[in-house]
């Protein structure tokens, strides 16, 4: 049997005797290292120009090396100015602008909002000023126990309303009974 020559790990650099001849990788570490690097490539940030490692297979996608660079580039900034004078831009088709108009009218009562018009007109017709506040779920899902608790108090209590929102104190309440002034609240996770 031959002897083979020793040789120089193309990972790490260190001198070692191959198993086989083909072998160019000192140990089974070095192999999985070499492996992990073969996924990567440098890349240069758009907006900071640092040098950051990209999955190969994200490498198209991802020009910012960090959240806060890419809400702060300018890049972004004139990218969005082109998507938006785009003629096939959607948000600027005439049956887009009618749903924009239609909406404006049902929740302002005209076309012109102005921010003090606006919420005064919310807290007429919803009795807040923030009408986005009305969230029947305030965000979060009904869970089925919160949903089960609520139809048994609606038996006992017919004016039991869910996920309500009281003004006074600006909340909501998972389950509020008005006639009796009651606020229940439900630790739907178990």
């Known amino acids: 049997m031959q002897e083979l020559k020793p040789k120089q790990c193309t990972y790490c650099d260190n001198q070692f005797v191959p198993r086989v001849k083909t072998a160019t990788l ?6 999985y290292e070499w492996r992990k690097e073969q996924n990567w490539t440098e ?4 907006h900071c120009k640092l040098d950051f490692k990209v999955r190969k297979k994200d490498e198209p996608k ?17 990218k969005l100015r082109e998507w938006n004078h ?17 909406t404006k009218l049902e929740k302002y009562g005209t076309l012109s ?10 807290l007429e017709r919803y009795g807040t000023r ?37 003004q006074d104190v600006d909340i ?3 389950i509020y009974i008005p006639s009796s002034n009651t606020v229940i609240e439900v630790y739907g996770d178990y």
């Open 130 to 166: 923030l009408p986005l506040l009305r969230n029947p779920s305030n965000g979060k899902r009904i869970s089925k126990i919160q949903k089960r608790y609520y139809s048994f108090m609606k038996e006992k209590h017919p004016d039991a309303l869910l996920e309500h929102h009281l």
């Open 26 to 31: 000192c140990s089974k570490l070095c192999m």
């Open 62 to 78: 991802r020009m910012f090396c960090s959240p806060e660079c890419h809400k702060s580039s300018d890049y972004k900034k004139q």
């Open 113 to 122: 909002v102005h921010k003090e018009q606006g919420l005064k007109t919310c």
């Open 43 to 46: 890349k240069q940030c758009l």
């Open 86 to 102: 785009r003629p096939e831009n959607p948000f600027k088709s005439p049956e887009r602008q009618e749903e924009f108009r239609k």
């Open 172 to 174: 909501f309440v998972d």
